[in-house]
């Protein structure tokens, strides 16, 4: 008989199911992430995973690496840490749209300048969760939240095109109903040297879903399903068929030197060698 | 051998006392009065093979240290007036979950951006309260450039034993002044590094050890996995909301210091044995406090200088002594009264206190704690 | 609401359960399930309904291709497929 393959990732002692709610897409994004590290077949003892404040970021203290449950938006800036301290260690972050994007938009976007070889993964369910359905900076315009009840007057963030303008080496996007697609970013992403960005688009059924009465985890995730073009078949569709739609897949890839590898050359020069 | 005799600024003596204690990360933000130490370690560290890094901001300068000190590394960060503000939040952060790293904090004037260029003592109370909720402080306060150098390996030691940031309060007259100090040769000073956990890792829980102080913990990426997270949590790290769970966390926290206070505390005294008059000062302070009581004595006046160089936590008992003690006390301090707080605070005997104070940008003077000390005895 | 249990409780159940002679190709681990119906909405089979208890349960295990449609897609991990496709 076959074991939960994922069971193996998880945190022993660590009481389940999980905090969020039925049908949130972050366990998901969760499962896809487990299955990627499987696949590319790393020691669990080489990877941190570390996150902010939200939902997403409680993710690490469930799965069974390294973790760190930092503070709202600066998960970027204890990774960057982590990583240039021991370079050897995989250091993810997991954030979401409010941590990485308002209250830690400064060290995302700074984290891609610098090329810092981390791989954040931004579960966008364009809301704050944990503290009850506020809009965050990816709630679209005129869509509904607590402290936005008669739609939002904000305009959004693409995050991929913000981390690509500021620098990242990689960036995609993918949604939670396509969760192979988006385990095959994700290990992709991984194995990206430098900044590299996974947008998981995650339905928030319990507040987003039901605020914009988009009904319940099923009928979000159905949404997902036939809105959703891959960025190849959208490159091939008239403009007007393509609006609304959320694009996936890899956006920008292109070959760098992390920052961790140029620190490597700075110490050779100031040791003279 | 020949003595290694150099003329240093304190921010450099700091720089240099960190590279001594074995600092291999430092991550930070330019600010002034702060600059130097950040200027000193960007260009030391990596010909030792340890890591400098320029952030975005403070929060970020504390959030890597943190970060790398999670992951193995001695850790500093150093900033001045704003910029130790915006650390609060991660402060905080370093207490709760137990990571151990040093700050230094070379004050400035403030409220806001206040004074750049000009020096004050007005952070002692930011230092001890800044961050919200109940939690421990250490805090060590240097008078000079030697000091400066041999607090910041001290400040590293106990950030590895009490396992939490530790605070070097310097301020800017002394992290810009410039004096000659003999460099401690190699194993000169003590240096505490914490021990690594010996149980097996499915044995090993981060903060399960009973004594929270000297004991060993893991670093990540040694083989030991374990969750870290501001979240008041277990002994395994995992977030609880159990108030018997609660309440073992927060005593663990607060004990540390308690029960530790004597190997923590560190009072310099000076012409005390027959004082009749105590002059209470610190960091930059003391050193105009210390040339007064120098020519007060010369006029044959009954004063010593009550100097600590551990300002948090705050040395009760061995100033109430002195206050019972003393007819008259004189605190002199380049704030409005911070330190004058604490000391009425122990003043149970009803003790005379005298402040002298100046919050002007400018250094109290010799002659101004002079002027008090000769005005007592009057 | 049942009781949380951490995953060497859910192992040791499931291994049990394997033991007693389980041999439908989809497994659900309840005490993780949250009743979301994503599994049972996304099967291309149908092969999974809701049960009383708000619980899916595997009613017509003979459609099922062992596609892991379910378990990639649950987002508790409560849900999976007990055989490898045969290749």
Redesign the interface.
């Known amino acids: 008989m076959r074991m939960h393959p994922s069971y193996e990732m998880l945190r022993p002692g660590k009481k389940f199911p999980h905090v969020w709610c039925p049908g949130c897409g972050h366990g998901i994004v969760q499962g896809a992430i487990i299955r990627a590290v499987q696949k590319l077949g790393w020691s669990r003892d080489e990877m941190v995973m570390v996150s902010g404040i939200g939902c997403s970021s409680r993710m690490p203290v469930y799965v069974d690496f390294n973790s760190l449950h930092t503070a709202h938006g600066r998960a970027i800036a204890f990774a960057t840490g982590v990583k240039l301290h021991n370079p050897k260690l995989h250091v993810i972050v997991i954030t979401g749209d409010g941590d990485a994007l308002a209250i830690g938009g400064n060290h995302f976007i700074h984290a891609a300048r610098r090329n810092a070889d981390l791989t954040v993964i931004l579960m966008n369910n364009n809301i704050y969760g944990m503290t009850g359905g506020q809009y965050s900076p990816t709630t679209p315009i005129g869509k509904r939240a607590s402290t936005a009840p008669y739609g939002t007057a904000e305009r959004d963030f693409d995050p991929c095109a913000l981390a690509k303008a500021a620098g990242a080496a990689f960036t995609a996007r993918g949604v939670a109903y396509n969760a192979l697609e988006l385990e095959k970013l994700i290990e992709t992403a991984l194995t990206k040297k430098g900044f590299s960005l996974v947008e998981a688009i995650s339905p928030c059924p319990t507040l987003y879903g039901r605020l914009n009465k988009e009904g319940n985890a099923v009928k979000m995730l159905q949404w997902q399903k036939a809105n959703t073009i891959n960025i190849k078949a959208a490159e091939k569709l008239p403009v007007d068929q393509v609006a609304g739609k959320i694009i996936t897949g890899i956006f920008h890839d292109v070959e760098t030197v992390p920052y961790t590898e140029i620190y490597d050359q700075i110490i050779k020069k100031a040791q003279g060698k | 051998m020949s003595k290694d005799i150099r003329l240093l600024q304190g921010n450099e003596a700091c720089a240099l006392g960190a590279i001594y204690a074995g600092c291999?990360?430092f991550?930070g933000y330019p600010i002034t009065p702060s600059t130097e130490v950040a200027e000193e370690m960007a260009?030391m560290l990596?010909?030792k093979?340890g890591?400098f890094?320029q952030?975005?901001?403070e929060?970020?300068?504390i959030?890597?240290?943190?970060?790398?000190?999670?992951?193995?590394?001695k850790?500093m960060t150093a900033t001045s007036g704003p910029g130790f503000s915006l650390m609060m939040?991660?402060l905080g952060?370093g207490c709760m979950a137990e990571i151990p790293c040093v700050i230094v904090n070379v004050q400035r004037g403030g409220p806001s951006t206040g004074l750049p260029t000009k020096g004050a003592q007005a952070d002692m109370m930011q230092a001890r309260w800044g961050t919200h909720g109940d939690h421990p402080t250490i805090a060590l306060c240097p008078s000079s450039v030697e000091e400066s150098f041999k607090l910041t390996v001290k400040a590293f030691n106990l950030a590895e034993k009490f396992r939490m940031p530790v605070i070097l309060l310097l301020d800017e007259f002394i992290g810009h002044m410039r004096e000659k100090m003999q460099m401690p040769a190699p194993g000169e000073l003590e240096l505490y590094t914490h021990p690594q956990p010996t149980v097996s890792p499915?044995e090993y829980t981060h903060y399960g050890d009973g004594s929270s102080v000297g004991g060993p913990y893991a670093s990540?990426?040694?083989?030991y996995?374990?969750?870290?997270?501001?979240?008041t949590h277990d002994q395994?790290?995992?977030?609880t909301g159990r108030s018997d769970e609660i309440q073992w966390k927060m005593d663990r926290l607060k004990d540390k210091i308690e029960k530790h206070r004597p190997e923590l505390l560190e009072v310099d005294q000076e012409f005390m044995d027959d004082a009749e008059i105590a002059v209470f000062s610190y960091g930059g302070a003391a050193r105009s406090a210390q040339q007064a009581i120098r020519e007060a004595r010369a006029r044959g006046i009954k004063v010593g200088l009550v100097r600590p160089t551990t300002i948090w936590p705050f040395p009760d008992q061995a100033l109430e002594e002195i206050l019972r003690k003393v007819k008259t006390v004189i605190v002199a301090e380049i704030s409005q009264g911070q330190l004058l707080g604490e000391i009425q605070r122990l003043n149970q005997t009803h003790t005379k206190v005298i402040p002298v104070q100046r919050y002007d940008g400018e250094m109290l003077t010799p002659n101004e704690v002079l002027n008090a000390i000769v005005e007592v005895t009057k | 609401m049942a009781k949380n249990t951490d995953v060497m409780e859910a192992r040791l159940t499931i291994e049990e359960d394997f033991k007693k002679g389980y041999d439908l190709p989809v497994y659900v681990y309840k005490p993780w399930c949250k009743s979301c119906e994503i599994c049972v909405a996304f099967c291309p089979k149908n092969v999974l309904e809701m049960g009383e208890d708000r619980k899916p349960i595997v009613a017509r295990p003979d459609d099922c291709i062992l596609c892991k449609q379910c378990e990639i897609r649950c987002p508790d991990l409560a849900i999976f497929v007990t055989r490898e496709k045969k290749k």
């Open positions: 291999d990360f991550g260009l990596p010909k093979g890591k890094i952030m975005e901001d929060i970020a300068g959030g890597t240290i943190l970060g790398a000190a999670a992951a193995g590394a850790a939040e991660l952060y499915a990540m990426g040694s083989g996995r374990f969750n870290i997270t501001g979240l395994h790290g995992f977030p």
